[in-house]
């Protein structure tokens, strides 16, 4: 069955930088677009990221922009979020998780699969 | 692209009839998309395309709008059906959610 699964999230300082992996199972990985979506708790959700099929494209959030890079290794079905010079307010759940149908064709999605979510702290 | 959801909480018995709203900063067409979460769970997609129903979805929830305003609607609250409600838009990068809304029991 498909499977996304987050991991590599943990207490980091402020300033450091951390990388998030995604492992995908259970579907053509390669074919689809695919989303990071992080919640702190007790808060709303925010969008982070997306990465296109084959990774030519990717877009990010204006709060992440420039610090937080998206990709992805098609050959190991796996995604990553680099995420560089963190502040306590990038601390939350991490969410992978196939995107909602939309007009851009390659953001093409399977349909709805989310991850378990992994929990960055950011702390001195 | 900011997107705006009221009322922001809501109380209301089973069997009610709910609708949420979310409206766009700027028109959005139809690529809107609702989702329902539960207390540390992932996020569940209901909705997509402002009216399309997501495969497994009960024929209670539904959608509607296009442009600048959305609304979801419950058409009989059920106990499961407690939980926060959130949309986002996928017509314009960056993509964005709207605050939520959070129904809870009377």
């Known amino acids: 069955q498909v499977q996304l699964v987050e991991s590599g999230g943990g207490v980091v300082q402020p300033g450091r930088s951390l990388r998030l992996s995604c492992a995908a199972s259970?579907?053509?990985?390669?074919?689809?677009?695919i989303q990071w979506v992080r919640q702190a708790p007790g808060m709303a959700l925010e969008w982070v990221a997306v990465i296109s099929y084959d990774g030519s494209k990717n877009y990010y959030a204006d709060s992440v922009k420039g610090r937080f890079t998206i990709s992805r290794d098609n050959a190991r079905n796996t995604l990553y979020l680099q995420m560089n010079s963190l502040r306590a307010e990038d601390a939350a759940v991490y969410y992978c998780?196939?995107?909602?149908?939309?007009?851009?064709?390659?953001?093409?999605?399977?349909?709805?699969?989310w991850g378990q979510g992994t929990l960055v702290t950011v702390s001195s | 692209i900011q997107l705006t959801q009221s009322p922001s909480s809501l109380s209301a018995s089973v069997g009610d009839r709910v609708t949420i709203t979310c409206r766009a900063s700027q028109g959005i067409r139809s690529y809107l998309a609702w989702y329902q979460q539960k207390p540390g769970k992932a996020p569940k997609l209901l909705i997509y395309?402002?009216?399309t129903l997501q495969s497994g979805v009960p024929s209670r929830f539904s959608g509607s709008g296009s442009g600048t305003d959305f609304t979801l609607t419950i058409s009989s609250l059920q106990p499961e059906d407690f939980a926060a409600y959130y949309c986002q838009q996928v017509n314009s990068y960056p993509w964005t959610f709207g605050q939520g809304t959070k129904v809870e029991i009377k």
């Open positions: 259970g579907f053509s990985f390669s074919n689809y677009g």
């Open positions: 395309a402002a009216s």
């Open positions: 998780a196939t995107p909602p149908p939309g007009w851009d064709a390659v953001m093409a999605t399977l349909g709805d699969y």
